[in-house]
């Protein structure tokens, strides 16, 4: 009886430790892929590529995939003030070498009035352009079309009738119909976000408009939703770590490892080993601009005094931890009314015993794992910003490309022919060799994202 208590308990064990590899194995992204975002501004804002980026490195630590945006202000199937869909595809997507390209476009295309026959003729024919010529240079490129982000006919009145999400939606229609037609991967962004405006217009209709401010280009909170749109259909687990423990006794330990259980003192501790880390809602906790600046600035420190009311609403509208960030401790058989939780030294909160029996949610808290995870995110949007400082501050303006928005280029004013072909020479130089580091720059990322072993101590609350 002992031998098969033990071959049991040892399956068990075995049969948990493996479900992060089979999660992993269920993903849509593998070992080596590379991952790059093409479109508009709603790209370029980097919001909801760093958050994709942060939860593949902080829920599979072992999963080695690479990222880039390369998402332009004003962009077209056509292409924009950056050069054409050609030179866009030669210069910001094919040196990466990426065997995953996502592509959300249209906003733009639309022309941003009623329904244009004429300029969906023109989207039509340039995304079916913008697919063949990502298939015939890349090879077995794996391309996720995104639905357009939708324009804010919601929180506010439509400027004409049927609104211009009306339009994008009929762009949406096709972009789902050409996937299908060429065997391609689809997400809706634009369905997810008119329902979190709708449900926040009905409960806190205050918070409504931050969804997307200003109607067209989401809130760092707004594109989360967009980011847990496309992680559901790439199938990211919600789980971050389950546990369940009664008294002395491990119940459920869902991909996490536990050990040194004991029970004294009326109270139970514990070391934990999980396989993921939870993951840090971005804007939560500290106040991120809708357009970040390019060069210098950094993902600001989160702040756990500070709660950002509008980012709070939209991601409890949005169901955000229940999609994304389930990190599930449930202890049973406690006798005191009350206890204090701490993780490595650091208390985490009192609960009541009916509250741990129910079962808590530890990523809505400040514990070391959490921490750990912002620290990654920060690296994530840091490595995002080198590319885009190479890209944006040195390579286009030196082949002579400044967003219309900005003025004239002032760097190579005055200068000699002579002169231009030297800073254009050495400008691009600098330019490659930025984009040479941006691998390397991973490897932090990853090693910070490796989940450590956590220290656990419940003690009945004096």
Not at 29 to 54: K, M, W
Not at 68 to 80: C, E, F, K, L, Q
Not at 251 to 259: F, G, K
Request: hydrophobic share 40%; net charge positive.
């Amino acid at each position: 009886m002992n031998q098969m208590r033990t071959f049991i308990v040892l399956a068990l064990a075995a049969l948990l430790f493996n479900h992060a590899a089979h999660a992993a194995d269920k993903f849509f992204l593998h070992n080596g892929d590379r991952v790059c975002f093409y479109g508009d501004s709603i790209t370029e804002q980097r919001f909801y590529p760093v958050a994709v980026e942060t939860y593949v490195l902080t829920r599979f630590p072992k999963l080695k995939v690479d990222f880039v945006d390369s998402g332009v202000g004003g962009d077209r199937v056509g292409g924009g003030w950056s050069g054409n869909a050609r030179l866009r595809l030669k210069r910001d997507v094919y040196p990466f070498k990426p065997n995953v390209v996502t592509i959300m476009l249209a906003m733009n295309d639309a022309g941003g009035k009623p329904f244009d026959q004429h300029l969906f003729d023109v989207y039509k024919s340039g995304y079916e352009h913008l697919v063949a010529s990502l298939q015939k240079h890349l090879p077995g490129v794996r391309i996720v079309i995104i639905g357009p982000s939708p324009y804010d006919d919601f929180s506010q009145k439509p400027r004409f009738p049927g609104g211009y999400n009306g339009v994008l939606q009929r762009y949406d229609q096709f972009d789902k119909q050409f996937a299908a037609e060429h065997h391609l991967d689809y997400v809706d962004f634009n369905a997810p976000m008119v329902a979190v405006i709708k449900k926040l217009q009905a409960t806190q209709p205050q918070f409504a408009s931050q969804v997307i401010p200003a109607r067209v280009h989401p809130s760092a909170a707004g594109q989360l939703i967009m980011a847990a749109a496309l992680l559901k259909y790439w199938g990211g687990p919600a789980t971050v770590s389950k546990v369940a423990i009664t008294g002395s006794t491990v119940e459920l330990a869902d991909n996490t490892q536990i050990s040194s259980l004991r029970a004294a003192k009326g109270g139970v501790s514990w070391t934990q080993h999980d396989h993921a880390l939870p993951f840090p809602m971005l804007s939560l906790h500290e106040v991120w601009p809708q357009f970040a600046p390019v060069n210098g600035w950094q993902a600001p420190k989160p702040n756990f005094k500070f709660t950002n009311a509008p980012a709070a609403a939209i991601i409890h509208a949005g169901h955000l931890y229940r999609q994304l960030d389930q990190e599930i401790l449930k202890v049973q058989g406690l006798s005191a009314k009350s206890y204090t939780l701490s993780i490595n030294g650091q208390n985490i909160g009192v609960f009541s015993a009916a509250a741990l029996a129910r079962g808590i949610n530890l990523a809505r808290y400040r514990t070391p794992m959490l921490l750990q995870a912002y620290h990654v995110l920060a690296l994530a949007w840091n490595r995002t910003q080198a590319r885009f400082y190479a890209w944006r501050d040195v390579q286009l303006p030196i082949e002579g490309y400044t967003p219309p928005w900005t003025g004239p280029d002032l760097i190579l004013t005055g200068a000699s022919p002579d002169a231009r072909k030297h800073i254009r020479a050495d400008g691009e130089q600098l330019a490659r060799a930025i984009y040479t580091v941006l691998p390397a720059m991973l490897l932090p990322e990853r090693k910070a994202a490796k989940p450590l072993d956590d220290h656990y101590e419940l003690a009945p609350t004096k």
